[in-house]
């Protein structure tokens, strides 16, 4: 979800109490009348319609660029992800990922970024570096204290808040980040999530509207 469509035009009937949750097709398709669920509140509810600047879709699928219009008025915010309640994507704020260092400043345990995963960004530390990755052997390097610049290493994190995530592997949209430097606001390094350990459990998983 990147934002909440709500253009107030009381010129135009059709648009007087629109309210619709714009964002990019991450992965699979959505089809008017499917059964959907947010989180991690952990509402549900069906969409209703699907618009694009073209006009309205029965049906959209990845990476398309949409806005969904759903039946029932629940709270949705930017950064949420709306998915199938059959197939939920992992969830955890204990983070294992493969990252590319691009910064002269090295990356060492302990530091604190902002990472920035899909349309949110959240405070992160980086807990451990478990090792660098030899580029010519892609044999693992244990005990590395820090990743220089172009330096490819495994790190663990822990963010503020959960992350809703797949592994890299499954979806590259919903399985990369990028870290930035709290002070410059600079990018430093990117990375790509391992799988989740657990599934994500709605808030509410009961709650239905």
């Given at each position: 979800m990147?934002w909440v469509?709500?253009?107030?035009?009381?010129?135009?009937?059709?648009?007087?109490?629109f309210?619709?949750?714009?964002?990019q097709?991450?992965?699979?398709i959505?089809r008017?009348g499917?059964?959907?669920m947010v989180?991690?509140?952990?509402?549900s509810?069906?969409?209703?319609?699907?618009?694009?600047?073209?006009g309205?879709?029965?049906?959209?699928?990845s990476p398309?660029?949409?806005?969904?219009?759903?039946e029932?008025?629940?709270?949705?915010?930017?950064g949420?992800?709306?998915?199938d309640?059959?197939?939920?994507?992992?969830?955890?704020?204990?983070?294992?990922?493969?990252?590319?260092?691009?910064?002269?400043r090295?990356l060492q345990?302990?530091k604190?970024?902002f990472?920035?995963?899909?349309t949110?960004t959240?405070?992160?530390v980086?807990?451990?570096?478990e090792?660098?990755?030899?580029v010519?052997?892609?044999?693992p390097?244990?005990e590395?204290p820090?990743?220089?610049?172009n330096?490819?290493?495994?790190i663990?994190l822990?963010?503020?808040?959960?992350?809703?995530?797949?592994?890299?592997?499954?979806?590259?949209?919903t399985g990369?980040?990028?870290?930035?430097?709290?002070?410059?606001?600079?990018t430093?390094?990117?990375?790509?999530?391992?799988?989740?350990?657990?599934?994500?459990?709605p808030?509410?998983?009961?709650f239905?509207i």
């Open positions: 990147q469509n709500r253009p107030n035009n009381p010129q135009n009937a059709g648009l007087h109490d309210r619709g949750f714009s964002g097709v991450a992965g699979g959505v008017v499917q059964q959907v989180l991690p509140s952990g509402f509810s069906t969409v209703k319609e699907i618009w694009t600047l073209d309205p879709l029965h049906e959209a699928f398309q660029s949409v806005t969904l219009v759903l029932h008025d629940i709270d949705v915010s930017r949420d992800v709306i998915v309640p059959n197939d939920l994507p992992g969830a955890s704020a204990e983070l294992h990922a493969k990252v590319c260092w691009m910064h002269p090295p345990r302990g604190k970024y990472l920035k995963h899909t949110q959240v405070q992160a980086v807990t451990a570096i090792h660098r990755i030899n010519s052997t892609l044999d390097e244990p590395t820090e990743l220089a610049m330096d490819i290493g495994e663990r822990r963010t503020s808040r959960p992350l809703i995530f797949d592994a890299y592997a499954t979806n590259r949209l990369s980040f990028i870290l930035i430097e709290q002070s410059t606001n600079a430093v390094g990117a990375g790509m999530l391992f799988p989740p350990t657990e599934v994500a459990k808030e509410y998983k009961d239905a």
